[in-house]
């Protein structure tokens, strides 16, 4: 029964499989024994293999041992988690800031400690999966909108009855690159007295002067806001932030299950977050370089005569909407060929029939690593159409 269900996922080439890295994430890794170009990551700044951050997790286990041994309200809380939360809570200049062991807990934890029965939740088509599970699990109405539509949003909004009302949304789309209409968003709050859940897994580290995130690029302060961001992806270590006022932030402490009910990460983790944190604050060369890649990217693909769509993305994720799985699945080997690494996002993942080239940009890429893209995805387009 799981063979034939298997059998019919090599059936669609809709089978995933993992390739195994042969050492530090980085813009040009070791894979399988063998070296590529990869434009595959989260790390948009090139912190996850930093020395900085090596030495401050090394220092940390010196001081704190490996394991956290216990979840934050028995005895797991470390120094240097607190430490964290407290300059996480700085860094964004919000009141209060949580930490979550993922971001994919973060978000259950947030959107279920918060909703019941009562409540409804109102959440973009295209949010990320961790978002679209925590709905789910809160047992609230759940109201999906077309993708950053804001009318159809509005009349859902008008139109419940709900105790307590969220907007739960992503900042920057993780399989689109686009941005969330955030200073609408946070109107249609006000206005219709409902809660607004960002969720800044790529944005947190890369927006803003001070890489604040999508609140720091449409300067943005508002108490209705409850900002989620990753550690994993821009911040290069692993965990999560939720912050925000200081009641909802009290509420997750007492309620959040996947807060109360799990281990703390690791403190030495906590401490590599902590100089993490650092490196994005005063880490505005590192970002002028992403842009700048961004940029570069973006004006070859424009040249290129694709059978293909490119998603309107000014953000370090950049789609290439090919389609059908077996089609996207041929550019990506194609260019596995040449020493370039791109993944073929697919169904589930994405809609039906948007098979798409996920590449994302990192300030560790180099111009001629865009420009060794670009060459192949031309030869690429002419190959394969
Ligand atoms: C990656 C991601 C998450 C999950 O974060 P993890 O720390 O990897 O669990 C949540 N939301 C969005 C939009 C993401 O891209």
Same mark, same amino acid.
């Given at each position: ?6 059998? @019919? ?8 499989? @993992? ?77 209060? &800031?949580? $930490? ?6 973060? #978000? ?24 679209? =599970? ?14 950053? =539509? ?11 009855? &709900? ?21 609408? *968003? ?28 999508? $609140?720091?690029?449409? #300067? ?8 989620? %961001?990753?550690? %994993? ?52 060369? *590192? ?7 961004? +940029?570069?990217? #973006? ?29 996207? *699945? ?8 040449? %020493?370039?690494?791109?993944? &073929? +996002? ?14 994302? $940009? ?24």
């Amino acid at each position: 029964m799981f063979a034939e269900e298997l059998a @019919r996922l090599d059936a669609a080439g809709l089978r995933r499989h @993992r390739r195994t890295l042969d050492g530090a994430q980085c813009a040009h890794p070791v894979v399988d024994g063998k070296p590529y170009i990869a434009f595959c990551s989260n790390d948009y700044l090139g912190l996850a293999n930093h020395p900085a951050l090596i030495a401050a997790a090394r220092e940390g286990a010196q001081q704190f041992g490996v394991g956290a041994g216990a979840s934050h309200l028995v005895l797991g809380h470390a120094r240097a988690h607190e430490q964290l939360e407290q300059q996480l809570a700085d860094f964004l200049q919000l009141p209060r &800031a949580l $930490l979550f062991s993922t971001g994919y807990m973060a #978000n259950i934890g947030v959107v279920t400690a918060l909703l019941s029965r009562e409540d409804a939740v109102f959440a973009d088509r295209l949010n990320h999966a961790s978002l679209n =599970d925590a709905c789910l699990l809160s047992r609230a109405q759940f109201k999906r909108y077309a993708h950053n =539509d804001l009318v159809q949003l509005e009349r859902l909004l008008a139109s419940t009855r &709900a105790r307590r009302k969220l907007i739960a949304v992503d900042a920057v789309f993780s399989m689109d690159g686009d941005m969330a209409p955030v200073p609408e *968003l946070v109107n249609l709050a006000e206005k219709h007295e409902a809660w607004l859940l960002l969720d800044d897994a790529h944005g947190f580290g890369v927006l803003g002067h001070r890489g604040r995130g999508v $609140l720091e690029h449409f #300067n943005i302060r508002h108490p209705r806001v409850i900002s989620m %961001g990753t550690l %994993g992806k821009a911040a290069g270590v692993c965990g999560a932030f939720v912050a925000g006022g200081a009641d909802v932030i009290e509420t997750l402490v007492q309620h959040a299950r996947t807060y109360v009910y799990t281990t703390a990460m690791p403190p030495l983790l906590a401490c590599a977050l902590l100089k993490s944190i650092e490196l994005i604050a005063g880490g505005g060369a *590192l970002r002028q370089q992403l842009q700048k890649n961004i +940029i570069q990217l #973006n004006q070859i693909l424009k040249e290129i005569p694709f059978p293909w769509r490119l998603g309107p993305s000014d953000t370090a994720i950049q789609p290439l909407i090919i389609g059908g799985n077996r089609a996207a *699945l041929a550019v990506t080997e194609a260019l596995g060929a040449r %020493g370039i690494l791109v993944p &073929a +996002i697919r169904p589930p993942t994405v809609p039906p029939n948007t098979a798409r080239l996920r590449i994302s $940009l990192s300030a560790a890429h180099t111009a001629d690593d865009i420009r060794q893209l670009g060459d192949a995805l031309r030869d690429a387009a002419k190959a394969l159409t």
